[in-house]
């Protein structure tokens, strides 16, 4: 007698014996306690999850000559028949695409009109029923809508959606579910026992892994291993038979790409090309692997997988979206080597984007959060023009710092950007800072906004030796200064065409310090300069002017003299009454 393989040998005869498929059995079993047979059914789901089976035990049951009754004897001949699929007369089992045809079908219309020969029911079990053309669909379909009462259609498919809706609708429909990796593992466990052959349990495990849900697969890889290793079968022996790659040189892999060396991982991958590894295997080896953690640190985890403390351990220190992120760039590595004229560089290309730190959707929104916050508590604030001095106006004393000035009134629309400006001249300093920064400023809001509002942030320093000093609040508005410094640096160059420098610094905003022209006795007294090499250089009065009044330094002046002379003291006196003291600041 030849040998019979152990899918055949071990399929389940009853209803209790169905692996994974608990709703199904359970539904068969008390329609045919309540004697409300149905006359078609349809039984979809993945290969090797047990429809064709599901179908023959459900033929036993209702041609049992004890039946119909859930549990078939299994020793009558027409238990015996459909076990062994030898029964010509009563139950056939046809192939939906052989018969695919309208005249297929009209034949089997006339079969279905004759009694059974010996059985209960004449049973018509079709596999593969998508395959059906849709001519014999239409030819099936009145039929089975009322078939003669001796008739019992079973149809199983792996593609239900290719069926016509008109047909589903006049059948009882039933989703078998892919079969989970535990109940292939105790199957083969004991059908490994049964058979009384040593196999490691890590193994057995590998062979329900790689069945993928098929509880048929799961079989015949089993046969395979029986006969590459008769006396007992390695974790290794199962990976070489599969054409799998040893798990430590996977596992090696991996910590390589998690280290992030870029160097290293094309260094791993050359290692695996002179050793003869397959990259097509390798891409698929650490695409499982990845997704095996993303399910355990998911929560779905198989507590008895013999690599289970060590899943556990990495799928603490590698982060849920980096996962995702790697799972999306191996998939499609994966698809690409298939047809890709150098699946070198397509696999080099793929490990060295996932070794790259993956930066969270989550991390990105709370840092535009921040600085969104950070925008609202520290506006940005608009410098204005420094406005000529009047020269109508008799004084020695320089005009007042433009601090103390009041700024002009803007639109409601914004401040009116003014158009592109010539270059400034005149000896390095504030005054010729000033104007330059201010127009750069503006231009650079033309081409890029976001730089513009960073820009507004800056405190600018005009120091001696031509160096220029943005001082700012936090280090994030600092970095995207620097950043982007090529384009409003050109832009500035454009209007100060003498050689300067830029120093960068982050600092706490202090109180604006008055100007050297003035000092005024009121309280609260001035804040004095942050850096004397900060403190703005005045201009000498204008040659024509008169000669200052009678006041000299030191001496005390009335507000009323000093306000007739100066504007500007005239504004600050309305607001802060007091005072006034003469300084000279020229020595």
């Keep these: 007698m030849s040998y019979l393989v152990l899918a055949r040998k071990y399929r389940p005869q009853s209803f209790d014996d169905l692996v994974g498929q608990g709703h199904v059995a359970k539904t068969l079993v008390n329609a045919i306690a309540g004697q409300r047979i149905a006359h078609a059914y349809v039984l979809s789901g993945p290969r090797g999850c047990g429809k064709t089976t599901t179908a023959r035990i459900l033929a036993r049951a209702l041609n049992c000559v004890q039946g119909p009754t859930a549990t078939p004897c299994g020793e009558c001949p027409q238990c015996v028949e459909i ?15 052989s018969n695919r045809g309208i005249d297929q079908i009209r034949e089997l219309r006339e079969t279905v009109k004759y009694a059974p020969a010996r059985s209960r029911y004449r049973i018509i079990i079709i596999d593969e029923a998508h395959q059906i053309s849709k001519d014999g669909f239409n030819a099936l379909l009145k039929t089975l809508e009322e078939p003669p009462p001796h008739v019992v259609f079973m149809m199983a498919t792996t593609e239900s959606q290719k069926i016509p809706e008109t047909i589903l609708s006049r059948c009882q429909r039933f989703q078998l579910r892919s079969i989970t990796l535990t109940d292939i593992f105790d199957r083969i466990k004991r059908i490994v026992d049964a058979e009384k052959i040593p196999i490691q349990e890590a193994a057995l495990r590998e062979v329900a892994r790689s069945a993928h849900g098929s509880l048929r697969d799961a079989l015949s890889l089993l046969d395979q291993v029986i006969a ?13 038979l599969l054409g799998l790659l040893p798990g430590e040189f996977v596992r090696s892999f991996t910590e390589t790409i998690q280290s992030g060396d870029p160097a290293g991982v094309l260094r791993a991958v050359q290692t695996a090309i002179e050793d003869g590894l397959d990259l097509s295997q390798l ?7 990845r997704h095996r953690l993303l399910l355990w640190k998911a929560g779905v985890r198989d507590p008895r997988a013999p690599d289970a403390a060590e899943m556990e351990k990495e799928s603490g220190a590698i982060s849920a979206e980096r996962l995702e992120r790697d799972l999306a760039v191996l998939s499609r590595a994966v698809a690409d080597l298939r047809r890709s004229e150098c699946p070198r560089v397509t696999f080099e290309l793929a490990c060295l984007e996932i070794a790259q730190d993956a930066v969270s959707v989550n991390e990105l929104v709370e840092r535009l959060e921040i600085l969104e916050k950070a925008l609202r508590s520290n506006p940005p604030i608009i410098a204005p023009p420094l406005a000529p001095p009047a020269k109508d106006i008799r004084s020695s004393a320089p005009a007042l710092s433009p601090v103390l000035q009041k700024p002009p009134s803007t639109p409601a629309g914004g401040p009116e950007r003014p158009p592109s400006a010539p270059a400034v001249s005149g000896p390095w300093g504030p005054e010729r800072v000033r104007s330059a920064w201010t127009t750069m400023v503006n231009e650079v809001g033309h081409k890029k906004p976001s730089l513009e509002t960073f820009l507004h942030m800056a405190r600018w ?3 001696p030796g031509n160096v220029l000093k943005l001082a700012f609040d936090q280090e ?4 995207q200064v620097v950043a982007q410094e090529a384009l409003w640096m050109d832009l500035l ?5 003498m050689g300067f420098t830029v120093q960068y610094a982050i600092e706490t905003p202090a109180p604006p310090p008055l100007s050297a022209t003035a000092k005024i006795s009121a309280p609260p007294p001035p804040a004095p300069p942050a850096d004397e090499d900060e403190t703005m250089i005045d201009h000498p009065p204008e040659e024509n002017e008169p000669p200052a009044g009678p006041v ?3 001496e005390e002046e009335s507000p009323e003299t000093a306000a007739a002379v100066d504007p500007g003291v005239r504004k600050i006196l309305e607001k802060f009454p007091g005072r006034v003291r003469r300084v000279d600041t020229v020595k």
């Design 552 to 554: 000299s330094e030191g």
């Design 476 to 479: 994030f508005q600092k970095n």
């Design 461 to 463: 320093s005009a120091l």
């Design 83 to 97: 076990a062994n699929g030898s029964s010509t007369d009563d139950v056939l089992e046809i192939d939906g695409a």
């Design 493 to 497: 160059r454009q209007k100060i065409p």
């Design 283 to 289: 891409a698929e080896d650490l695409l499982d692997r």
């Design 228 to 240: 590459f290793a008769p006396g007992g079968a390695t974790i290794e022996d199962v990976r070489n």
